[in-house]
């Protein structure tokens, strides 16, 4: 018996998302689409929504050695859109030798847009492979928050850093709006991390991760991210030098920060910093704000990562609180 419906078009691992905004100023999705290994799940829409959500997730939790996903998000101008996970994006050892599992994800975000994509770290299983590559299209009052991290692996099995190789590239371009107008290519950031044994070095990968389980990304570009961005920008310029000296009396110190709560608050997140091993730094690259950041465990990281966008408030304030559940 022939079906009656007709043949899909797309491949396994495919999918695709657009984001409108309702003529009563709602976000909402014009349509999803995906096909096995890739899941797309977003409840329903309501009147007081900020943002569209969606969770990314994968059959069984995770990809198995070999799986594509290849995801394609268009945002319509002024849309918000926010893209969590229910978990780890696991990473599966293949079955044979220097299979590769892959991601890839293209974004479009059009006049007034604006995407969150915070999710869970990736985790890596010993002997596994993967690569990973995002690129966002941006028009100039367009929005990105991007946070791109991943873990050392299955630390109740004694993994750390085992993978054979993890690669994520993400690509932020500002879209030439005009006909005759090239894209220009505003941050390409690249992480290789290679623990096979041909690797050219004389240390193992662990070694050379000095100590820190989970390594992570954050990107900002856009005028919706400014705050957030100074944030950052300013919390890394307030940081304890090297050989750097405070000539404040402990008195003077202890009169700010009872002044201050910003000054409570940093004193405690830096005491905080040095118990998990937190390092970090921020930096503009072209105005897009480049935040790299390192802890001892994954939950520091999360806990670090967290408090920031907690305390600063505005992503919570834009896209609602639901954006944030993945670093809480």
Known sequence: ????????????????????????DIPALESVSYQYP??????????????????????????????????????RSDSRLSIVTQGHTKIFKPLKPDTVTSQTLQ??????????LLPDPVQPFEGSIYEQTQIFKLNSSASLYLLDWVTHGRAARGENWDLVRWTGRNEIWLSGQSSGVKDRLL???TVILDGSPKAARSKHLRDTMHGHAVFGTLLLRG????????????????LPRLGARDFRTAKEKEEAAEHSPLERWRALRLKKETQDQVLWSAANVRGCVVVKFGAATVEAGRNWIGSMLLYEGSVCDDFG???????R
Do not use: H, W
């Not at 009656?4 to 998302?17: L, V, Y």
């Not at 329903?44 to 998000?73: R, T």
């Open 223 to 238: 005028p919706l991210t400014n705050s957030l961005g100074n944030f950052f920008l300013s919390e890394f310029a307030a």
């Open 187 to 189: 941050v390409r950031d």
């Open 1 to 24: 018996m022939n079906s009656p419906f007709p043949k899909s078009s797309s491949q396994p691992g495919e999918g695709r998302i657009v984001v409108k905004l309702l003529p009563n």
């Open 38 to 75: 890739l899941k797309l799940i977003s409840p329903s829409v309501k009147a007081d929504n900020k943002s569209v959500l969606v969770f990314l997730l994968s059959y069984g939790g995770g990809l198995v050695g070999g799986d594509q996903i290849n995801l394609s998000i268009d945002m």
């Open 321 to 327: 609180d639901d954006a944030l559940m993945c670093v």
């Open 107 to 116: 974004v479009d975000i059009n006049d007034g847009a604006a995407l969150c």
